[in-house]
């Protein structure tokens, strides 16, 4: 399902675009380019490994070779969008800037056009500005930008559940925004909505969709307090699995300090030294 406040939004370019009607709060007539616009919640849905896309280099490549080893946060972008899509990979790279993992070390990065009309070219310039706002404008092998045909697009973005439309009246697109992190072995993990993405949320989809091949105790223990909501597309508390961590540290506490209590005890009662 689409989450609650997930962006839609129409872009357009060009000065011969029709002027569009000022918004009126008494309409409540959605336009029919709007209907079935979303970012449909398929978790646990194979992403077609076999889909061949053109990367930054022009090289065709097949999906299956940015998977295998890490998680990879994908981002669904067209490069020729004006507003909502440059939103989206600044929330990602910053997003990725503030992580305390490192992007080509504990996970990867792949952005890919839904516009057909996208060439390697538009990719080099996309990977190259992003990687500047990421801060690591030489680490070019982490994050790849793939642009491709339509029956391949399609694919992928009916796979993660990308619902969007072409408005010939602009030459623009009409879709949502977020962003989706995938498994090594190509099953969506799950989905972060919006343009802003907190690191430390992402940092546990990174963690969790690896299966503790990263991360470290701090973050398993998070895991094990916190599920991950899909209507949301955020981490919230598990109240029953805090107290039982917070009841353990108690037996804990009162354990050692009962230990310690008793030595000292015990040695203050001890027989007296000789002179």
């Known amino acids: 399902m689409c989450a609650p406040g997930a962006l839609v939004a129409q872009t357009l370019g060009g000065v011969d675009a ?34 061949t896309f053109q990367d930054e280099n022009g090289k065709t490549v097949q999906l299956g070779s940015y998977f295998g080893k890490k998680p990879v946060v994908l981002v669904l972008a067209y490069y020729r969008c ?17 992580l305390s993992f490192d992007l080509g070390d504990q996970f990867d990065a792949l952005t890919v056009s839904f516009d057909p009309r996208d060439t390697p070219k538009d990719s080099k310039t996309e990977q190259a500005k992003y990687l500047k706002v990421y801060g690591h404008p030489d680490d070019a092998g982490s994050w790849h930008f793939l642009t491709g045909q339509n029956d391949q697009i399609h694919r992928l973005t009916d796979a993660v559940g990308f619902h969007y439309a072409y408005d010939p009246r602009t030459g623009q697109y009409v879709h949502t925004a977020g962003i989706v992190v995938i498994t090594p072995a190509g099953k969506v993990a799950q ?12 940092r546990l989809a990174l963690v969790q ?59 203050k009662g001890g027989p007296a030294q000789p002179a």
Request: with cysteine; aromatic share 10%; glycine share 10%.
């Open 82 to 98: 004006p507003m909502l899509c440059t939103l989206v990979m600044d929330g990602a790279a910053k997003a990725f800037k503030q």
């Open 18 to 51: 029709p002027e569009i009607p000022p918004y009126s709060s008494k309409s409540t007539v959605l336009s029919p380019i709007l209907k079935g616009i979303n970012f449909e919640q398929r978790l646990g849905s194979q992403i077609p490994l076999d889909a």
């Open 191 to 202: 989905y972060f909505y919006g343009v802003n993405f907190d690191p430390q949320f992402l």
């Open 209 to 267: 969709s690896s299966k503790d091949k990263i991360g470290s105790v701090v973050d398993q223990i998070l895991l094990y307090c916190c599920t991950y909501n899909p209507d949301t597309g955020r981490y919230e508390a598990t109240i029953g699995r805090v107290l039982q961590i917070a009841g353990a540290l108690t037996i804990l506490l009162l354990g050692g300090g009962l230990y310690i209590l008793h030595r000292a005890t015990k040695n």
